[in-house]
């Protein structure tokens, strides 16, 4: 069952054809979601109580660190199903995700200390947070050097792989750090959606923007599957009929 699914669904081949019908779609869903959020967030959503205006870089650092994280557990899951199934596409997806990655976290990293700066007096201390996230960057730009430097195909994704799923343990310690000790960052605000600490007016498009910024993720990952797929399977017919048209 799992060998007729890999190979009909998960397949390079079939990916490659299924994913040109659904980048419009998530192409469209990341227009309204984006338009929505930054038009909310920029202009309806009131100011906060104690930071004014300057809380509205919440809009673009708490997403952009939620997929940081949510790319990173991305890559963790492929990673072990490269190590126990094989599965190329999954190989291909990890490989892929990791420039994305890092990008994102620098994002998030850069956001905060510019929210941090107003707030805490300084642009950067070695808070928990802080700390876990830049730990983060270092692994996403360690998984992209370890695979520089791997000629051979298998044995890169297999030696990525293993880095992946070691890695994966700072996740845990970046989303509870806030709660484990004693740090100036505020306690995680995905946390608090089911509370009325924070009103609706500025909760919805905060989501508006996380799951924007997940679709963004999705369209360029796709867009460079797509492209690695070709690299990989440059030699079969399929890729040569695909190349000549």
């Known amino acids: 069952m799992l060998s007729w699914f890999t190979h009909h669904f998960l397949a390079p081949k079939s990916f490659y054809k299924t994913s040109w019908f659904l980048l419009p779609w998530l192409m469209g869903a990341f227009i309204i979601f984006f338009v929505y959020g930054l038009i909310a967030g920029l202009f309806i959503a009131p100011a906060d109580y104690q930071q004014g205006d300057g809380f509205r870089i919440i809009y673009v650092h708490v997403p952009s660190a939620f997929t940081a994280m949510a790319i990173y557990l991305v890559m963790a899951i492929c990673a072990l199903l ?74 890169r994704d297999r030696a990525s ?32 959606f089911a509370a009325p600490s924070i009103a609706p007016a500025m909760l919805h498009p905060l989501v508006s923007m996380i799951i924007a910024f997940l679709l963004f993720y999705a369209i360029i990952l796709i867009l460079r599957m797509q492209n690695e797929i070709l690299i990989r399977e440059i030699k079969t017919e399929w890729v040569k009929r695909v190349i000549a048209l």
């Open 161 to 192: 792989s293993i880095i992946a799923l070691v890695g994966a343990i700072n996740l845990p310690i970046i989303h509870y750090s806030v709660i484990w000790w004693n740090t100036l960052h505020q306690g995680p605000s995905l946390m608090q």
């Open 82 to 155: 490269t190590l126990v199934w094989r599965i190329k596409i999954a190989a291909i997806c990890m490989a892929c995700s990791a420039e994305i990655g890092a990008w994102f976290t620098l994002l998030a990293l850069v956001t905060g200390s510019i929210w941090g700066k107003p707030m805490w007096g300084t642009w950067w201390i070695w808070d928990a947070r802080l700390t876990s996230v830049l730990i983060l960057l270092f692994l996403y730009l360690g998984f992209i050097a370890l695979r520089s430097v791997i000629n051979d195909i298998s044995n």
